[in-house]
């Protein structure tokens, strides 16, 4: 049976709450034979219990139905180590600078992992003055196209998106910036270092 939540989760996150399954089923109104059935996967909470269940055991809906528990070990706040999430059904950039469950448009969004530069995915960074000059040869038609280009610097980032049809390019203020981020509709996240 495909469950929304993992009975391996609810179990889980019960025990590092220190929370008895007859605890846990006298908060929710149920009894604590579901809980059982519920934690082995021979059942599943209906959907009004969601939330509820979430509350009781500490975490948010979307922790839940990830059935992943988010701790943030980014507690130095380096931009460097900043995760991004493109949601392939709206195109929606959402930034994180440490680890995070994030959905949008009904589903949970993987980071998005950027791989280096590359001869189809060239970045080529060119100072001019004060700033980087960024151009990406790359087709920009309405089916494949550089979605955004990103500068991530040591105090935060900055986010040109871009549109087929439209040239891929932009201007980045070089103060403090390390590297260039590219984003394909169609083959992922791209780095470039300036350094």
Known sequence: MNQYVSGAMIKSLRKNKKITQCKLASKLGVSDK???KWESGRGYPDISLIKPLADALGVSVIELFSGASVVNTNKAFDMRRSMLYVCPVCGNIIQSTGEAVISCCGIVLPAAQAEPANNTHNINIRQIEDEYYVTIPHEMAKT?????????RDDGCEIKKLYPESNAEAHFKISKTRYILC?????????????
């Open 34 to 36: 579901t809980i059982s």
């Open 144 to 152: 494949h196209y550089i979605s955004f280009i990103m500068a991530i």
């Open 183 to 195: 984003f394909c509709n169609r083959h992922g996240l791209f780095k470039a270092s300036v350094l």
